[in-house]
C-alpha cells in the first residue's frame, strides 16, 4: 500500500497518471493537509490523473486533489478524472475536488462511499464537465456539497441511488444536476 502523510504534497508533471493496483491511502485530517496537484500549479495546468484498477482500494481522507483530469490526445478518454475508480473499494472524507478538468470522478462498477467532501469548479471543457460521473455504479453520498460546477453530478441509467444524505447543489452551470435526487 501507499500510504500518504499529512502535510505532503504531490506535484506531477502534465503526462503524469498515478496507478493504483493495490492501495492508495491518504492519512489527512482537513481537506488541505495532502495535496495532489499540477507540478505548475498556480498556473492552469493539468495532470492525468490517479487511476485506481479493478480490486484497488483507495482511501482519500484529509486530501485536496486538484487541476487533475486532462488527458492527450493519445491518452484513454474515457479516464478522464483527476480520480478514475474501475470496480475500486473506495471511500473519501474531508476533501476537496477542486478546478479539474472535464470530471473530478468517473466511478465505473463502483460504489464510492464520499463524505464531508466538496466538489468544486470542474468548468472545463464547458458544457462537459462534472463533479462526479457515475456509470454502473452504486451513488453513496453524505454531507456533500457541489458548487460552480458545469454539472454536480451525471449517472447513467445503470447507476442507482444508495444512500444519500445532506447533499448541496450551489452555483452549478446546468440545473439537470439536481435531477438525480430525490
Known amino acids: 500500500a501507499l500510504v500518504v502523510k499529512s ?6 508533471n502534465n503526462t503524469t497518471r498515478i496507478e493504483v493496483f493495490g492501495s492508495l491511502i491518504t492519512e489527512g485530517v482537513n481537506s488541505n493537509d495532502i495535496v495532489f496537484t499540477s507540478f505548475y500549479d498556480p498556473l492552469e495546468s493539468y ?5 485506481a484498477n479493478p480490486g484497488s482500494f483507495i482511501k482519500i481522507s484529509g ?5 487533475g483530469g486532462k488527458i492527450s490526445s493519445w491518452g484513454p478518454l474515457e479516464k478522464q478524472a483527476v ?3 474501475d470496480t475500486a473499494d473506495t471511500e473519501i472524507e474531508n476533501s476537496l475536488f477542486e478546478n479539474n478538468f472535464k470530471n473530478a470522478i468517473i466511478a465505473v ?6 463524505k464531508n467532501t466538496e466538489f468544486k469548479n470542474q468548468t472545463k471543457p464547458s458544457l462537459d464537465s462534472r463533479g ?3 456509470s454502473n455504479s452504486r451513488i453513496n453520498l453524505e454531507n456533500v456539497a457541489f458548487r460552480n460546477n458545469e454539472l454536480g453530478i451525471f449517472a447513467d441509467a445503470a ?3 444508495g444512500t444519500i444524505a445532506d447533499v448541496v447543489f ?3 452551470i446546468s440545473t439537470s444536476s439536481v435531477n438525480l435526487l430525490p
Open 7 to 12: 502535510g505532503v504534497t504531490i506535484k506531477n
Open 47 to 51: 495532470w492525468f490523473g490517479i487511476s
Open 63 to 67: 486530501a485536496t486533489l486538484k487541476n
Open 83 to 85: 480520480l478514475y475508480l
Open 109 to 114: 462498477n463502483s460504489s464510492p462511499y464520499i
Open 132 to 134: 462526479i460521473y457515475y
Open 159 to 161: 447507476s442507482i441511488l
Open 170 to 172: 450551489e452555483g452549478n
